[in-house]
């Protein structure tokens, strides 16, 4: 099994900002490990001549013209807010935390 530790997987839940138990750690410890273990036996077989696949069928965008349509008020969108100052959202800041 690849080398991911309890701690790289506690401080991953603390940057993505997730509380974990210590059971959902030592849990999500072995799962990361074995997808890990997973994605290299499939980077073994991988071989120049085999084309990189996505989508096992082609896809194709399709595209439609922009046209405006009925959007609401900034008082409509306002409407719904927990917090607002008359004209945009008010969030919480979250830049500048201590990690």
């Not at 120049?48 to 405006?68: F, G, K, W």
């Amino acid at each position: 099994m690849s080398e991911i530790t309890q701690e790289q997987v506690a401080h991953l839940a603390n940057l993505a900002r997730i509380a974990l138990t210590p059971q959902e750690i030592e849990s999500l410890t072995s799962e990361l490990g074995s997808i890990v273990d997973n994605v290299a036996k499939v980077s073994e077989v991988a071989t120049p001549d085999v084309p990189a696949t996505s989508h096992p069928i082609p896809l194709q965008n399709v595209y439609r013209d922009d046209e405006p349509g009925v959007t609401l008020t900034t008082e409509q969108a306002l409407a719904g807010a927990p917090d607002h100052d008359g004209s945009r959202f008010r969030v919480t800041a979250i830049l500048g935390e201590e990690q």
